[in-house]
């Protein structure tokens, strides 16, 4: 028992240690945006985009690949997704111009796709409720020392390097996590729950995970609230660069503080769901986070050039979003009896698709003020809270 549970333990080291590289090939690349663009002539305005592309490289596929981790397993399907990251960071590092570089972005942006449905579907088979919030809190807490590092070691190696070698950086940590997993991710899903993709069975699925309301207007919620925090990622390089003029260096440390306030709302999870149910968890985070972005549109009307006062609210917000965002996906995971492949699959292009939307539309709204910003991501939040009234307390699975 003790050797099974020590294998299981690496298995999520391994898992981690993918997620991060994959999550760090996005945010590395932030502060060199500006230079990828100038080196391609093209305008400042494909720099949201790129997040955007990124995001869409996980919804192309999304549908598609819970069907396939439901009959082949969650291995085989993790190992695939995981030689399609490879192949963006190697494109990546050799790209010629805008196209193929935003081809790289999105072969890297399938990397979430199969770590939420394989991955994930994997640790939610291994352990009950409770463990898996546990789990999957702790996970993600490591996970976003991605967007708080990321950006600061990304321009590192700008500075000594150039932007090419940040796809080189991400393609070894990738293939060292992928090494790993190899040895220790074992199979949960087993002959007896293997689902034959026919086509008509999957679109029956889906239509019966959609009619299910919990399920599908919570994932309307956790995608708004998912949206806020890339609105953040994908715009704050001409936030804080551009309009409120740091360098690159500058850039990157003040990301720390940002997401060091996730990854404290993640440990304050553990505490708290000790004494609350999973929906209570997600109440209190969803109100921090509430708090934290009115916070933000009051210091961005009362005094929009105080970096401090941004930083101090943006971190409100995402302390709260670190306690949320594990019990809100258990609580739509578990508002179905459907397979956890189907369901990561389908509540996963449903959260992706929203943030994708937001963050692509941010570009047609922002008015080089502050004050644009703050309250679009407000907006964006009041989305997610009407979303969630929507949602009924539970009631017996159908």
């Known amino acids: 028992m003790m050797k099974k549970k020590h294998h299981h333990i690496l298995f999520l080291i391994f898992l981690v240690l993918f997620e991060f590289a994959v999550y760090l090939s996005n945010d590395m690349i932030l502060p060199a945006l500006v230079d990828v663009v100038k080196e391609f002539n093209h305008t400042d305005a494909l720099i949201p985009l790129s997040l955007s592309i990124f995001l869409f490289g996980s919804l192309s596929i999304q549908l598609l690949v819970g069907p396939l981790s439901d009959q082949y397993g969650r291995r085989i399907t993790m190992f695939a997704g995981g030689f399609l990251v490879l192949v963006g960071n190697v494109l990546g590092m050799y790209a010629t111009d805008m196209l193929e570089f935003f081809i790289a972005r999105i072969l890297q942006g399938m990397g979430p796709c199969f770590i939420g449905v394989a991955g994930y579907a994997c640790v939610h088979e291994l352990y009950d409720e409770k463990e898996a919030i546990h789990v999957i809190s702790w996970m993600a807490s490591v996970a976003l020392f991605a967007p708080m ?14 932007w090419r070698f940040i796809f080189m950086s991400t393609f070894l940590l990738a293939f060292i996590g992928l090494v790993g997993l190899w040895f220790t991710m074992p199979e949960t899903l087993t002959k007896n729950k293997s689902v034959k993709m026919k086509l008509n069975l999957i679109f029956h699925n889906y239509l019966d995970l959609l009619k299910n309301r919990k399920f599908t207007f919570g994932s309307i919620s956790f995608g708004f609230s998912f949206g806020a925090i890339m609105i953040w990622i994908a715009s704050s390089p001409i936030i804080l660069i551009h309009l409120l003029g740091l360098n690159k260096t500058e850039f990157g440390l003040i990301q720390i503080p940002v997401f060091l306030s996730f990854i404290l709302g993640t440990f304050l999870l553990r505490y708290i769901s000790k004494s609350f149910s999973s929906m209570n968890c997600l109440f209190i985070g969803f109100t921090i986070t509430f708090v934290g972005s009115c916070l933000s549109v009051l210091f961005s009307l009362l005094n929009p050039q105080s970096l401090l006062l941004l930083i101090i609210s943006i971190s409100i917000f995402n302390l709260g979003y ?4 594990a019990p809100f996906m258990r609580i739509i995971l578990d508002s179905t009896r459907q397979s956890k492949g189907i369901a990561s699959a389908l509540s996963a292009f449903i959260y992706f698709t929203i943030a994708i939307a937001a963050s692509a539309a941010f570009g047609l709204i922002y008015s080089v003020s502050l004050i644009s910003f703050t309250l679009y991501i407000f907006v964006t939040l009041i989305l997610s809270g009407i979303s969630l ?10």
């Open 149 to 162: 590092l990321g950006p600061f070691l990304g321009s590192l190696v700008i500075l000594f390097a150039g």
């Open 322 to 325: 670190g306690i949320l965002s």
């Open 389 to 398: 009234l929507f949602m009924k307390p539970f009631k017996k699975l159908k």
